[in-house]
């Protein structure tokens, strides 16, 4: 309440986004999971394309995946 009525925009505009933001803020106290770990993935395969210059073969590719991603080089899923 302080903020808002504060005689500087950039309390007031920092209370706003509070405000608006309020439920999801309190939402990660309650269940602190994220989708961190698969933006991170993603990016890293984002990554390999761009690297690649396009592979000719998606076996290929989908190993490279797997080594950058898990540092597992046989593509399989186990560990």
Avoid: M
Avoid at 7 to 31: D, H, V
Avoid at 48 to 74: D, H, M, Q, S
């Amino acid at each position: 309440q302080l903020a808002k009525q504060s005689p500087f925009a950039s309390f007031q505009e920092a209370a706003n986004t509070l405000e608006r933001w309020k439920e999801p803020i309190l939402s990660y106290f309650l269940c602190p999971y994220t989708n961190a770990r698969i933006e991170g993935t993603n990016h890293k395969i984002k990554n390999i394309k761009r690297r690649a210059y396009g592979y000719r073969n998606l076996e290929r590719f989908r190993l490279r995946v797997f080594l950058e991603c898990t540092g597992n080089t046989t593509g399989s899923q186990a560990a």
